[in-house]
């Protein structure tokens, strides 16, 4: 906290992210009605006391004109949210293009577009271009917003432009950038032609910050190895100048799902879900619909299980919700019907007048019904083939304390870092290691499935979303500090 005529005031704290926590409607030429959309990051900051915190990005909706502008600027406000209005162009080059299409499967290691090289070169340099002028775009907001003693905090893969910008504007501002992907093998990352640049805008901020510590040394070595900087153990030096390079491994706000499991119509619903599924055992995937996710490679890891265990066969039943998103390109088209494709056939070849295998939802379930699903699971699979963190491991063990269930876990979602002890670690890719977790899963005794929940839950209740936002915000006030001290030395 500072002072401001004699009063303590809270430090501002400018959230910068690619979208806004709110879904914008237009009901009219100047009226908007907004929803706070509570994704991990929202819930993480709203429980920040310390810091009084600003949105800063796109609302996620084209609006061409003046006063629809202004109209939604306005009931933005309310909200503490400040839009940057992006056409439909950018959009396309920006956000579908470079970001989505390039950075997106680069990073979770799905490499660059392999089809029509010609022309994927040529418009790579335009969806560059447009990804730098988007980046230039949001640092114009913020900057029009700043004040001096405000923190900056840049998220994510779409906005690793922004650093620079910034810095350009003003050299002392306070800014942060944090990766919620993975950072791959500095192998991977020097396969995009914009490599060099995008590094060394990362670079003007003054803390940079990963998921795990393999993150943090893939960026380190990427700096390192193609911009021939000097990688220490506080992160990376040039020419004197120090960022700091650290991990930062994000939670949940563990709290919020004890409370909803409290509620009387949440009970009510794990009764249902109960009778729902009497006699059966519950395995259950929640994710979006993404390549990166490895839902096909999931329900045929269940596939196996259930050719090689009959016994099992009638007993058992696996809920997966894929929330679709990007539904308007080919790649994730073509994704949803192959997993529609397996799970008909898999229902067909095992299921019975009665009951079927696999329950296969492609939407999304409001929060109250997710934390009732979570709680009468046996065994969680998150079968992630790359994953930044995966909260969806960490929002299962939250509600897991009266059920004990087991977690089966990718080996590479960083959550393996943190939840490995407690949950069966496995290869997403080996479809014969995965059935066999499966067995052990079901199988697991009671003291086993309570020492491995006890391990989770104790990390889950204890590094929370809220301390992992002042984590970093305190690190990077530190780390002005001290570069400041080294200057003046
Ligand atoms: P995501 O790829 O979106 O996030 P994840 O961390 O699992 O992945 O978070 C997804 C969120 O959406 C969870 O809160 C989950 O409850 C919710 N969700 C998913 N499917 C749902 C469904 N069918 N219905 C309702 N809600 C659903 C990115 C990175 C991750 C990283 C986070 C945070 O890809 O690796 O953990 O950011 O940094």
């Known amino acids: 906290c500072g002072q401001k005529d004699g009063k303590p005031v809270r430090q501002r704290l400018l959230v910068v992210a690619n979208r806004l926590p709110v879904s914008a409607v237009r009901r009219g030429e100047d009226v908007w009605s907004l929803e706070i959309s509570a994704g991990g990051l929202v819930s993480a900051l709203l429980g920040v006391k310390e810091f009084e ?65 010609l022309a994927t070169t040529r418009s790579f340099q335009s ?104 990688g220490t153990p506080e992160g990376v030096e040039d020419q004197g100048k120090l960022t700091r390079v650290a991990a930062f491994p994000i939670g949940i706000d563990s709290d919020r799902f004890k409370r909803a499991l409290e509620l009387p119509q949440v009970q009510e619903h794990i009764k249902e879900l109960k009778e ?32 090689e265990n009959p016994t099992w066969r009638e007993k058992v039943v696996l809920l997966q919700i894929a929330v679709p998103t990007r539904t308007d390109v080919p790649e994730y088209q073509k994704l949803t019907s192959q997993v529609h494709e397996i799970v008909g056939r898999i229902n067909g ?34 079968t992630s083939l790359r994953d930044g963190m995966n909260l969806v491991s960490y929002e299962f063990v939250a509600c897991q304390d009266a059920k004990k269930g087991v977690l089966i876990l990718s080996e590479f979602a960083g959550a393996a870092q943190s939840l490995g002890a407690g949950a069966i670690l496995v290869n997403p890719w080996n479809i014969t290691e995965v059935a066999n977790a499966i067995f052990q899963a079901l199988e697991m005794k009671a003291d086993e499935r309570e020492k491995r929940h006890k391990h989770n839950f104790t990390h889950v209740t204890t590094h929370t979303a809220q301390e992992w936002a002042e984590t970093f915000v305190s690190e990077l006030n530190d780390t002005v500090v001290e570069a400041e001290i080294r200057t003046r030395e």
Not at 65 to 71: L, T
Request: glycine share 6%.
């Open 127 to 230: 969806q560059f271009d447009a990804y730098k002028k988007a980046n230039q775009m949001f640092a114009d907001v913020v900057n029009q917003h700043y004040e001096e003693g405000d923190v900056v905090w840049c998220h994510d893969y779409h906005l690793m432009f922004l650093p620079k910008c910034l810095k350009e504007y003003n050299s002392s501002m306070k800014v942060g950038w944090f990766l919620h992907t993975p950072f791959p093998s500095s192998e991977i990352h020097r396969t995009l032609p914009s490599r060099s640049e995008l590094l060394r805008s990362v670079l003007a901020a003054d803390l940079v910050g990963f998921h795990t510590y393999d993150y943090a040394r893939h960026f380190v070595s990427a700096c390192t190895r193609i911009l021939g900087l000097e």
């Open 53 to 117: 915190a600003r949105w800063i990005g796109w609302a996620g909706v084209n609006v061409p004109d003046e006063v629809g502008q202004k109209a939604l600027t306005k009931a933005l406000a309310e909200k503490r949210c400040i839009p940057v209005f992006l056409d439909e162009e950018i959009v396309h080059q920006y956000y579908n293009g470079y970001c989505n299409n390039i950075l997106w499967p680069l990073f979770h290691y799905l490499g660059l577009p392999q089809e029509d090289r």
């Open 349 to 382: 070849r095992f299921g019975t007048l009665t009951a079927v295998p696999i329950h296969h939802l492609d939407r999304s379930l409001d929060f109250h019904a997710l934390c009732a699903l979570y709680a009468v699971t046996d065994v969680a699979l998150v």
């Open 276 to 307: 729902r599924f009497s006699g059966r055992k519950v395995m259950l995937g929640v994710d979006r619909l993404d390549m990166i996710k490895g839902i096909p490679q999931k329900i045929l890891a269940f596939e196996k299980f259930l050719e």
